[in-house]
Nanobody, 124 residues
Framework: QVQLVESGGGLVQAGGSLRLSCAAS????????MGWFRQAPGKEREFVAT????????YGADFVKGRFTISRDNGENTVYLQMNTLKPEDTAVYYC?????????????????WGQGTQVTVSS
């Protein structure tokens, strides 16, 4: 049974930082591209960042450029999202997702497994 468990969310002031973690189990982690998505109240789920199985290829949405960094530790079966210079508009539930294969993707239907999400709230 595949499980993706996010952690690290919380309440932070604008300009602050958070590091999200997603621990994977029940799959061969190194065979999966991993992604982070988010969903704000009343909005559709949107792509945040993705990282290929080796960690050598990353891609992020325009709004994360220079602020968020995705990384992974295949030995720990964990993917991370370091979020700096947070803004109130970053408030959302953040989800990690796993996609079989090596190609990175920003399209949520291509992902096979999803976590339950972790809430990030940024106060102004």
């Amino acid at each position: 049974q595949v499980q993706l468990v996010e952690s690290g969310g919380g309440l932070v002031q604008a300009g602050g930082s958070l590091r999200l973690s997603c621990a994977a189990s029940g799959l061969t982690f190194s065979e999966y591209t991993m992604g982070w998505f988010r969903q704000a109240p009343g909005k559709e789920r949107e792509f945040v960042a993705t990282i290929t199985w080796s960690g050598g290829g990353t891609y992020g949405a325009d709004f994360v450029k220079g602020r968020f960094t995705i990384s992974r530790d295949n030995g720990e079966n964990t993917v991370y999202l370091q979020m700096n210079t947070l803004k109130p508009e970053d408030t959302a539930v953040y989800y990690c997702a796993a996609k079989k294969g090596g190609s990175r993707s920003s399209w949520s239907p291509t992902y096979d497994y999803w976590g339950q999400g972790t809430q990030v709230t940024v106060s102004s």
